[in-house]
């Protein structure tokens, strides 16, 4: 079926070193999301583009996370100089709301995240 | 987004009806009630969402009261396969792009 992919699955780096996480979202989904999810947490938002238009990164706990989605498809979520406390997984979801159509209320389908360990 | 209160855990006995409430006292006119589940290892699951109708598709039922302050979720022959956290979200509607705002959740087990 053609949902959301993610990879890796797994991700195991040391402190300092720098990671890129990738999400595929649904084909012709607008709407990209990113959570975090700590152990025996629900997801956090991190951020949310609109094809490739960032438009809110409120979720983003720092500087060394960055993301992208430059062709408003494929997003890279990457964090720089990883510390042991982004030890998480990390959720992409992707809907076909835009912000265009109101009340279209179209639901996020997630993949099935990237487990980042920093060790 | 308004927030929502749903018990920390449930049991259900496999092939009987599993009905999960979740409180939503501060909702307001343009947000939907969503609920997604999520097995261990996995990503969320989307279930169903409603604003003030009942709702049905082939996995669960959802029951909205009339002043939409509460609602439940009904799997009405649960399997061991519905193990699994059930998260009850409210989330805008209108033209916001309605992000999630995930609490704990309802653990439920379905035991044999």
């Known amino acids: 079926g053609a949902g959301v992919s993610q990879s890796p699955r797994y991700k195991v780096a040391k402190r300092g070193q720098d990671v890129a996480l990738r999400c595929d979202p649904i084909?012709?989904?607008?709407?990209l999301f990113w959570y975090q999810q700590a152990l025996g947490q629900g997801p956090e938002f991190l951020t949310y583009?609109?094809?490739?238009?960032?438009?809110?990164k409120s979720g983003l706990p720092s500087d060394r996370f960055f993301a992208e989605r430059p062709e408003g498809s494929v997003s890279t979520l990457k964090i720089q100089r990883t510390q042991q406390e982004d030890s998480a997984v990390y959720l992409c979801?992707?809907?076909?709301?835009?912000?265009?159509?109101?009340?279209?209320?179209?639901?996020?389908?997630f993949g099935d995240g990237t487990r980042l360990s920093i060790l | 987004d308004a927030k929502t209160t749903q018990p920390p855990s449930m049991d259900c006995a496999e092939g009987r009806a599993a009905n999960l409430p979740c409180n939503h006292s501060t909702i307001s006119g343009n947000e939907y009630v969503y609920w997604y589940r999520q097995i261990h290892s996995q990503g969320p699951q989307y279930i169903i969402h409603?604003?003030?109708n009942n709702e049905t598709n082939e996995m669960a039922s959802l029951i909205i009261t009339e002043d939409r302050k509460s609602s439940t979720l009904i799997l009405p022959h649960a399997t061991l396969r519905d193990t699994a956290v059930y998260y009850c979200?409210?989330?805008?509607?209108?033209?916001?792009?309605?992000?999630?705002?995930f609490g704990q959740g309802t653990i439920l087990t379905v035991h044999p």
């Open positions: 084909s012709g989904h607008v709407s």
């Open positions: 583009f609109q094809n490739e238009a960032q438009l809110d």
């Open positions: 409603g604003l003030k």
């Open positions: 979200i409210v989330r805008a509607g209108g033209t916001s792009y309605g992000k999630l705002t």
């Open positions: 979801a992707s809907s076909a709301d835009t912000l265009q159509i109101a009340n279209s209320n179209q639901p996020q389908h």
